[in-house]
Each structure stands twice: as C-alpha cells, then as structure tokens.
C-alpha cells in the first residue's frame, strides 16, 4: 500500500512529504497483502463478506443516522434538546467509515462512496478552527476540553476518526477526510508532550497510540509516531499521576476513585514495567497494538518485550477456548490468571476482535504461528458469534453458557441485538469483516506466507513479476486446501504455510511428492523454498479428527468437563437440539462423536454428534433435594459451531460439557 500525501496542510504550517510505503519505514519481517491484492472466490468467507456488504454496511448506516450520530456533526444541538451526542458517538460513525472504505477498496460502490463523502463535507465543516474535532465537546461541552482524559473518550474517538481517515484514503484516493485528520493531530500535538507549557496527560481508553502510527505510515509525518509513543511512554508515570491531577483540576477528590483502580486504564505503572495485562480488556488490547506498531516502527526491544510478556500472559492464562477475553462485566476487565466464569463470561465482541488485531501485528513481527493460531481460533468463534448470519444483529457479549431467563435478571443478553447504547461492537466486526483480506497471507523478502486458509485468489510481486496464488478449499469444514500458483516465468522465493497449532498429523504434497515436514517447519510454519513455476500444485492435509480438549487445572469452573473441538471450531449444544437442563448431561469418555456436515443447517455446517446420559427425571415429582441416587438414561447429543448459536431460537447453551 503507498499513500502519497505532497503539501499536506497542518495546523499553522505546510509540510512537503515524500511518500513512504508501510514496506519502506516498517521494521515488520512481513507485511499484510493490500485488500486490491486478495479476492475471495467462494467457501467459507466469501460468503459472509458479502453479507457484511450487502447487508451490515447499510443496516448500521441507519442505525447511525437514525440514532443521530451522524446528524451531530452538524453542531445543531441545543441545551434543553433530547438525544445530546455522546462522547464516543464520533467513533461508531467512524469505524462505519473504516467498513465502508475497506469495502471501497475491493468494490468500488458510487452509493457508499456518495455516504461517506456526506459525512466528511460534514466533518470539515464541524472542525474548529485550531483542528479540534469531537461532536459532544463542540456542541455539548465545549468548555470541557481536555478536562476529562480519564473518562472523556476524546483521544479515542479521535483515533478511530484518523483510522478511517488512512483507510478512505488508501481506497478512494480523496485527501480530504485525512487532510482533516492531520488537522486534528497537529491540535493533538500541540496540546499533548513534555514540552513546556503541553499537558502531560493520555487517554483512559487507549486507541489513538496505534491510529497516529497508521497515519505517520500513510503521511511519512515522523511528529505523530513521536507523539504515540509519548502517549505509550508517558502512561503510568509517578509520583504525580495524571489522572490524579486533572481530577484535582476538576475540583475532585482523587481518593475517591483511584484506589486500586490505576489498572484498570493500565496506568498504575509504565507499560514497560507492567508483569501482566490488566484492566479493561479493550483498551489494554488496544494498547498492546500500539505498543506493537511503535516497537517495530523504532526498534524498541524493551516495549516488544512488553508486548510478548503481555500476550503469554493472556493467552496462556486468560483467554477462553473461543478466543474470547476479559472474563467480567465488571469494569468488562481481565481479572486474574485461570479466572475464566463460562455463564457470567463477558468476553466482549471488541476485546475479541482487539485481541486479532494484537495476533495480527505480533505476527507481521515475529512470522511465528503461534500468533495467527490465535488469530484463527478468535476469528472462527469469539468474533464471528457477534454478528447473527443475516448480519443485521449482534452480541456485545460472548458467554461460553446462557440460560434465557438470566435476561430478565441482569444485563447478560441472551439474544442479538439490533443496535446498542453504547455500539462499539456492531461496527468494529463490519470493520473487521470488510477487512479481512489483511489477515490472510503476508510478504516479506523472498517470502510468501498463508496464515489463514480461505477460498481465494491473492496476488504478490516477486522480483518484478506478479505471482498469483490461489488458494481452494471448504476450511473449515474440510480438511484439504489446495494452492495453486501462476506465474510468467520460474521465480525463486519461500512460500510458508502455518501448520496449525491443533494439527497433529499434518501432510503437505507439492505436485504429488509429499515433503518431509519436520525438516522444512520453523516456528509452525512449512517454509518451502524452490524454483517456482506455473501450474505448480501445493495440498495440504489437515486432519479434523473431533477432539475433547480439557483446560488447566487451576481454571476451576471447568473440572471435570471437556469441550468438543474439531479444527479451528469449537462447538457447544444448544437447548433446540438437546433439550433443557443442558448442564445434567454428562459425556462419557466411550462416547464415540462423528462429525457430519448438515448443508439445509444454518446456511450448512458441521456438526457433532454421539451418546451421553441425563439423569431420569421420573420420581423428583416437586422436591429440591433428595438422598436417592437417580438413575441415569443414554441420550443422543448434537453439538453445532459455537459461532453459530443463537441464529434459531432462545434457549440454554453450553460450551463445557460434564464428562
């Protein structure tokens, strides 16, 4: 990707840029392919990019302008007038942007094109004359600038402002929703530093940290990868901390709130010093992008070192089987090592897709599948179980077991929703979604690597030549994926396929001859390098035998249960296929499970089947307890993706099953 910025205005002065491509100032071993570079011709996800096209992308256009989010920026709220704009409404609109831009990019669309050029005529009108840009501060508070960093929400929703700036950008080609942005940093800028006379402050819910690096890859503006690693490096600084004396400044007592809250924001010390991730899951995964992005952008050893103490620790010790993370609704935090509740699990759509954006960036580092393993099992259910198969509803939250009743007594939702108060995740998974061509294969040099195995066709430039590499394949559903490669003439490169973490018995053929794995795989990747030509045949074999994998001792909720897993999915059982009271069933060990792929079942899916037992309900009549041991009876069990619950109707669903 090369975005030329040439006389870009800033805040009170001209810059001249040369153009830099992300390849030319990364420190990253591997870059992304540009979403142009990678077509999805069927399968798996073909289909539900569409959907997020066809059906998403308006569906929350809507919603945004019914709700008012995108009339705020007309500033024509009045004091006494209902439906005021929210501190973090810019945001919602923007990652709507973000969609539609990565949408843009791959289908060119006069309509969403005409949308989004709606709101940034209204977006250049808004912004003040100094670059200040957030509806809620310009027409609601507008004295409360700045004031307010702890909870305002201002940095972030200035990040995702500048996110879906780059992303327009690189798609359409038009500078002025980015002209507008750098606008807004150079305010930032300006305002935020340990210069004398700036604020040295940062955001409570971190996000602008990884967006400034994007725009200084997009602008070659080295003042904002200097600024986001102010904000990384600034954050959690004593004695005098920052939230402390902007509260004071505010007339508040800082004792009232801070006593053991600094982790929640992740600034009770400086992230380099920090052992583990705590806090709000959110912005702490948020941050750790960040923190990635500077490190490759710098070289910084220290702050990579955070960035891989952080992920062992959360992927090792508080992440659930479905990739899902921060296990409280309370304060919607990580909590502490193994404490993983499956019922009241909160594990939010956004931390989700936070944590595949962490894998995704460790990844472009490191080149090791430890991280796109990640990646693919938080894909695979912890993000797509936020969005309904007809795309039009969503879950804030990811619970791993439901009962329907719990709705009427707390804020567990048992059903998608169409929209939210507070909608961070509806747009966040149509962000992710119209963006995935990202996250399927990478280049480095005289490499090609495939992290993901979709149905597609992506396209590399080898020493001066294009080479197309065509991937077929039902994954997840089938265990085989066919690469084929054209090219004008042989080429000499390495192509790296990830051996997925769950493979046990990997086979990988190239034009029939299989290759011995073990001499060829580093670090879960089968580097192959040979003299390529056209027409050559790569297969791989990924077995899917159906698993019971058991988690850690110590995880207390899940002794003496297993979830059933085959591939990247994991399955769970839903009250329409089993009944009710999914938690009296017990699997036994004998218990043979088959896999069967049922096509008229939730637009066609794998499930599980096999035998458990139930205890006989006869003789319990109306009594609580009793002293006599029930006996038990055999049942049939049918256990169906966890990404796919919910689609039919409300009802108990469980992921740990009793064995």
């Not at 005098?240 to 600094?262: C, M, Q, T, V």
């Not at 594990?347 to 796109?372: H, S």
């Not at 939702?413 to 998974?429: G, L, S, Y």
């Not at 019971?548 to 994991?570: D, F, H, K, S, W």
Request: glycine share 6%; hydrophobic share 40%.
């Amino acid at each position: 990707m090369k975005i030329r910025i040439v006389g870009r205005p800033g805040h009170g002065q001209s810059h001249s840029v040369k153009s830099k491509s992300w390849r030319a100032i990364s420190r990253f071993k591997l870059v992304p392919l540009a979403l142009k570079d990678v077509t999805f011709t069927g399968g798996f996800w073909a289909a539900r990019i569409e959907n997020n096209r066809r059906v998403t992308l308006p569906v929350e256009y809507r919603l945004c302008k019914q709700t008012g989010r995108i009339d705020a920026w007309k500033l024509n709220w009045k004091p006494g007038q209902p439906n005021p704009p929210h501190e973090y409404w810019d945001s919602d609109v923007a990652k709507w942007i973000e969609a539609a831009a990565y949408s843009l990019a791959t289908h060119p669309d006069s309509k969403v094109e005409s949308r989004v050029d709606g709101v940034v005529d209204l977006m250049a009108k808004a912004q003040a004359k100094d670059g200040y840009l957030n509806t809620h501060f310009l027409a609601v508070a507008p004295m409360k600038r700045w004031t307010d960093l702890r909870g305002s929400h201002e940095l972030y929703s200035a990040g995702h402002l500048m996110e879906a700036a780059v992303a327009y950008y690189a798609a359409t080609g038009k500078r002025k929703m980015l002209d507008v942005l750098c606008r807004y940093a150079d305010h930032i800028d300006s305002v935020f530093g340990r210069e004398k006379g700036k604020k040295r402050g940062y955001c409570g819910h971190e996000e602008v940290e990884l967006a400034l690096v994007k725009l200084y890859r997009a602008t070659g503006e080295r003042r904002y990868l200097k600024l986001a690693k102010y904000f990384i490096d600034e954050r959690g600084r004593r004695p005098n901390h920052y939230f402390d004396i902007e509260a004071k400044a505010r007339g508040e007592d800082p004792l009232k709130w801070n006593s053991g809250r600094y982790e929640r924001f992740q600034a009770d010390q400086p992230v380099r010093a920090q052992a583990k991730l705590d806090g709000h899951a959110v912005r702490a995964l948020y941050l750790c992008c960040g923190m990635a992005d500077v490190a490759a952008e710098t070289g910084d050893r220290i702050l990579l070192a955070a960035c891989k103490r952080f992920w062992r620790n959360v992927t090792r010790q508080r992440m659930y089987i479905t990739g899902g993370v921060g296990s409280t609704h309370s304060g919607e935090r990580f909590t502490f090592d193994y404490d993983l509740p499956n019922e009241s699990a909160y594990a939010e759509t956004c931390a989700n897709i936070a944590l595949v954006f962490f894998a995704q960036r460790m990844l472009q580092i490191e080149a090791d599948a430890r991280y796109a393993d990640v990646m693919e099992r938080a894909l695979y259910n912890g993000v797509l179980s936020g969005i309904s198969l007809d795309g039009k509803r969503f879950f804030y939250v990811n619970p791993l077991a439901q009962h329907p009743e719990l709705f009427h007594y707390s804020r567990w939702v048992t059903e998608r929703q169409k929209w939210f108060d507070c909608a961070c995740c509806p747009p966040n998974i149509a962000r992710l979604l119209a963006g995935f061509g990202q996250y399927v294969c990478s280049q480095g040099l005289g490499e090609i690597a495939v992290h993901i195995y979709a149905q597609s066709s992506a396209r590399f430039e080898v020493d001066g030549q294009t080479v197309q590499l065509e991937q077929k394949t039902e994954y997840p559903w089938e265990e085989t994926v066919q690469i084929k490669l054209t090219l004008r003439a042989p080429a000499d490169f390495v192509l790296a396929l990830r051996i997925p973490g769950w493979c046990r018995n990997p086979r990988v053929t190239i034009n029939g001859k299989t290759l011995h794995l073990p001499a060829i795989t580093c670090k879960g990747y089968a580097r192959i390098r040979r003299s390529w030509k056209t027409g050559d045949l790569v297969e791989l074999t990924l077995p899917m035998p159906v698993e019971r994998v058991e988690a850690n001792p110590a995880v207390r909720m899940n002794c003496g249960r297993v979830a059933i897993q085959r591939g990247p999915l994991v399955f769970c059982l839903e009250e329409i296929d089993n009944d009710a009271h999914l938690n009296d069933i017990r699997l036994s060990r004998n218990s043979r499970l088959t896999a069967k792929y049922e096509p008229r079942l939730l637009g066609g899916a794998v499930v599980i089947t096999g035998q458990a037992f139930r205890r006989n309900p006869e003789g319990w009549n109306d009594r609580l307890y009793r002293a006599d041991q029930s006996k038990t009876r055999p049942v049939a069990i049918k256990a169906i993706p966890y990404f796919l619950w919910n689609n039919r109707k409300p009802g108990e669903m469980l992921v740990w099953i009793r064995e």
